[in-house]
């Protein structure tokens, strides 16, 4: 595949941005994702991010997408991202519901009730209306400037489950709401990754590489552990270190025409740092010929 390779910066925590991106560029990434940090104009994206050898890779929007009252925000909100996103030469746009700390009918939060959710724990149906709504006017928004809405998964949101994101995508219109998957997410909450490709490759236009360690997954599922104390126990793993079957999915993605941003991520480290983490994931994609 002829792809662009980006790097996230969320395994960097408390850590000064330009030695991020520094530290993105030295691993051998070609680019990392923007985000609206003090308000930047995508001139100012561009020169930061050149100065470090890097280009912008597509960034993330998330939001409480089913809180009717918040509607009229979020569609500013991704009249922004399209301005920005458009000046940056981007296609994408990552587009993810929240809901981790909102406490759900069951009295508990997502964050408490990962890879074990219960119907109590998810949006009633008019809340998830108003989320496919919601998401359907922003796909729109992004288009009138040539970007697509790439729906992305999170494990802890109201959009976790295979059953939510399959119901997300059936109320939205596929030339509109396309698919900016995470690997990480789709295997931590049980959803068999290859399978899910393999089902939508015509609509995944992105994706976030994130692997993680499928036995500290079946035994969290098992004790109901919430997200932090998966988090604790190591669930995330370096690309190539974990379970997720990398070249399958590669294969499946490149019989498609892929040829989009990949961002890899890890979002907690067991390695020594940061950089040694990224170099890891780096090489080990470069040995599949990414």
């Given at each position: 595949m002829q792809v662009e390779l980006g790097c996230g910066q969320i395994t960097w925590r408390g850590v000064p941005e330009e030695s991020v991106l520094d530290d993105i560029h030295q691993a051998g990434y070609a680019g990392a994702p923007w985000g609206p940090r003090g308000g930047r104009t995508a001139a100012q994206i561009r020169d930061l991010y050149a100065s470090h050898g890097l280009v912008a890779a597509p960034g993330y929007l998330g939001g409480d997408f089913w809180e009717k009252s918040k509607q009229d925000e979020h569609l500013e909100t991704a009249r922004k991202y399209a301005s920005i996103s458009a000046e940056l030469g981007l296609t994408e746009v990552y587009v993810a519901a929240g809901g981790f700390n909102q406490t759900t009918r069951s009295g508990r939060t997502r964050r408490q009730a990962v890879t074990n959710v219960a119907p109590e724990d998810k949006l009633t149906d008019e809340e998830f209306g108003v989320l496919t709504g919601t998401v359907q006017a922003i796909g729109e928004i992004l288009l009138e400037r040539g970007v697509r809405c790439c729906f992305h998964n999170h494990v802890g949101t109201f959009v976790e489950t295979e059953d939510e994101i399959e119901r997300l995508l059936a109320a939205t219109d596929p030339e509109v709401v396309f698919l900016g998957p995470d690997t990480g997410h789709l295997?931590?909450?049980?959803?068999?990754?290859?399978?899910?490709?393999?089902?939508?490759k015509s609509r995944i236009k992105t994706m976030h590489l994130k692997d993680i360690d499928l036995a500290v997954q079946a035994e969290g599922h098992a004790a109901g552990w919430d997200y932090s104390t998966f988090e604790q126990n190591a669930i995330w793993a370096e690309i190539g270190e974990g379970g997720v079957d990398f070249p399958t999915l590669?294969?499946?993605?490149?019989?498609?025409?892929?040829?989009g941003w990949l961002i890899v991520e890890t979002d907690v480290t067991q390695?020594?740092?940061?950089?040694?983490?990224?170099?890891?994931?780096r090489e080990n994609l470069r040995a599949l010929g990414i």
């Open positions: 295997a931590w909450a049980g959803v068999d990754v290859l399978e899910f490709a393999r089902r939508h590669f294969g499946i993605l490149d019989s498609a025409g892929f040829g390695k020594s740092s940061p950089l040694e983490s990224a170099k890891i994931s």
